[in-house]
């Protein structure tokens, strides 16, 4: 496999696959891990699609819990092109596939009502100045709203999901009245939501949230999750994510 400029091969150590990075371009955070592990999925087959997929880190992630069909769906040619290696360097074509296409218009493409899970970590901001664009754009694309809103990924996903489907997306606590609100007028009922602590004594920092299409109100608060604890290292939760066994 060929690497292209500063791109490197890192590992995810608890699925045992590996995916190409590159830090002027993109690199996975720990709110993709977190999506990936926290949706529910059908473990022996369905369609999964993954929305804002970046280098296509979810797909590879959710591809150990699933035998399902994964999409990925990225608007940046060059995450496109990475993701793709990666899938082809771990053997999963037969699995996971990419689409290089904007969410507004992929739904004609994959088809409406067809899928049974829809997973998106979206940008988290409104805006991004014209001097953070220049320096760059991969970046301000895949942190700000430029491409999508939020709006716009929770309108997709409900478009794409059967009746029943489930949704799960990661975003900023800030934003859970958006995100309940938009969940409901596209017919998302929220069902799951769980917040993320940086440890314990600070504020959350993050948030998962579930929905499913067209189910009854029901919503249960998970435990938290807390990330580090007091010295500075992963809890044990977080080491079982991120390195399984090798914790």
Partial sequence: MQLVGDERLDFLLAEDLAIIQSPSVFSFSLDAVLLARFVHVPIQKGSLIDLCSGNGVIPLLLSTRTKGKIVGVEIQERLHDMAIRSIAHNGLEGQLSMIHDDLNKVVPNLGAARHDVVTCNPPYFLTSSMEEKNVNEHF???RHEIMCTLEDTIKASSQLLKQGGKAAFVHRPGRLLDLVTLMRKYRLEPKRIRFIYPNNGK?????LIEGIKDGRS????????YVH?????YTSEIKEILYGDRA
């Fill in 140 to 142: 301000a694309i895949a």
């Fill in 203 to 207: 504020e959350a920092n993050t948030i």
């Fill in 218 to 225: 029901d919503v249960k608060i998970l435990p938290p999750l």
């Fill in 229 to 233: 604890e007091e010295n500075g290292e």
